[in-house]
């Protein structure tokens, strides 16, 4: 008879530890191919244990195959002539890599922590999900709730001048479903094409989805559009507002350029990523180039990461109306992979104007920031070792170093120092020797203390 020894402090239910007892003998041939088992009267007495303990235990072994049964006859092993001979208990996968604490890490591209939308956020969710109770049986739709398509389409009026209709509007799970949705939509044989340097984030996507893409050397649109037209690029992914890493803007005559290049043909669209853009630490957010788009061919998005919480991982695309109209017939069903909850609280985050009171206090945040931070350079570093860009734009310096130490070393150097940092390389498809010993360092996460940290161990490295 079978000898199981149930453990009742582990919380698993009798049943089940039953089940995997049984499916274990039969497994290691304890039991033979339809050899009968005991009924589910008597193994309950001989075990201890109910009749519906036994019942549910042969119900799923019966389930899986293991057993089968025979009318009024009883239970019996099933044939598992092809199992292996000795059980085995699978190890789970158990990640080995240690994430490592770094002093200063100015590959952090979030807001301080000394901003936060936290507190509004919880007190939103609250409202959402104890006030609005009937949104939980609505079925979700392709392209996002109204009221959070509506709210972004008021949203871009106010703060960038765009006129868009909330039917315009697709909200996406972040920037890597959007870019996934952009590729299955236009299509995996068309030619796409980054700036470079670029975007890491774009370029991975590219790369996950196989779709053959060029890298734009960054320059004038003139040069730029000779080289998209020489590569037969159908699809332009661009950062107009805030070129990254460089965080210059585009000026309308390039834009300009670059619009009759795309209106030359059909299947020609620019991405416009406007990531970023809000926190121009000169003057006011820059017309994004989807508000003089007069042949439809641009696609405009953006994500909230840095506008809400680091946490929100959510983003949209604004399509134009002939886009629009394809979009809906050939993806209406793939649905948005936002739960409605995320999107009801984000909508009332922006309807009710605390995205524009946040991204104020960011950008008071880090024109401090910039501006302490610029004077530690000038005071604590030599002229003769580096040269700090401050035109750049963004959350993010740009310091040219005066070494001859390659870009792993200097990596390495400063690593050995607790410093995580990118350099203009990491933006690159293949190497860029103009570029070397360029450093690209995200600062609006570090605090005053760390920076002064950098500029000890910058002067430690190159004395």
């Known amino acids: 008879m079978l000898v199981i020894q149930f453990d009742k402090e582990n919380g ?12 274990d003998d039969i497994r290691g041939k304890e039991f033979l191919p339809n050899q009968k088992l005991p009924s589910k009267r008597e193994l309950a007495i001989h075990l201890g244990v109910s009749v519906k303990t036994v019942e549910n235990a042969y119900h799923q072994l019966m389930l899986e195959g293991y057993i089968y049964s025979k009318e009024k ?48 956020w919880q007190k939103l969710a609250k409202e959402v999900a104890f006030g609005e109770p009937q949104f939980v049986n609505k079925v979700r739709t392709f392209n996002g709730i109204y009221e959070l398509r509506k709210a972004i389409a008021d949203h871009l009026r106010r703060f960038n001048g765009l006129n868009v209709s909330p039917d315009q509007v697709v909200v996406c ?11 299955q ?4 044989d068309l030619v796409y094409a980054i700036e470079d340097p670029g975007s890491n984030k774009t370029r991975g996507v590219f790369r996950r989805f196989g779709v053959k893409y060029e890298c734009v050397p960054f320059g004038k649109a003139g040069e730029m559009v000779s080289y ?11 950062c107009p507002s805030n070129n990254f890493p460089y965080g210059t803007v585009t000026p309308i005559a390039e834009r300009i350029e670059l619009f009759r290049w795309a209106d030359k043909s059909p299947d020609r669209y620019i991405i416009e990523d406007d990531y970023n853009s809000e926190y121009r630490h000169t003057g006011n957010p ?3 180039m989807y508000a003089s788009d007069w042949f439809d061919q641009v696609i405009y998005i953006n994500e909230f990461v840095k506008t809400a919480l ?11 109306e002939k886009l629009m109209r394809r979009y809906e017939e050939e993806m209406g069903s793939c649905l948005c992979g936002v739960s409605d909850l995320e999107q009801r609280i984000l909508a009332k985050y922006i309807s009710e104007g605390h995205i524009e009171r946040y991204i104020n206090v960011v950008r008071r945040h880090n024109a401090r920031q910039r501006e302490v931070f610029t004077g530690k350079i000038t005071e604590g570093i030599n002229p003769s070792k580096a040269e700090l ?22 990596r390495r150097e400063f690593e050995k120092r607790g410093v995580k940092l990118y350099l203009m390389s990491d933006y690159c498809e293949g190497e860029n020797k103009a570029l070397a010993g360029t450093l690209v360092l995200n600062y609006s996460d570090v605090s005053d203390a760390q920076f002064d940290y950098f500029i000890e161990k910058f002067n430690e490295i190159f004395e």
């Open 12 to 23: 698993k239910p009798l049943y089940l530890q039953l089940y995997e007892k049984i499916r």
């Open 73 to 120: 006859s009883g239970y019996y092993a099933g044939e598992l002539n092809s199992y292996p001979e000795t059980t085995f208990v699978k190890k789970p996968y158990v990640r080995t890599k240690v994430e490592r604490d770094y002093v200063v890490d100015f590959c952090r591209d979030i807001n301080s922590r000394e901003c936060t939308a936290t507190t509004v």
């Open 173 to 183: 799970s972040g920037v890597d479903d959007i870019f996934a949705r952009i590729l």
């Open 185 to 188: 939509f236009l299509g995996m």
């Open 228 to 238: 998209l037209t020489e590569k037969k690029v159908n699809v332009l992914s661009i």
């Open 286 to 288: 820059i017309y994004p």
């Open 310 to 320: 680091p946490s929100t991982s959510v983003g949209y695309m604004v399509l134009p």
């Open 389 to 410: 860009e401050e035109e750049s734009e963004g959350t993010h310096f740009i310091l040219r170093i005066k070494t001859t130490m390659t870009d792993e070393d200097i």
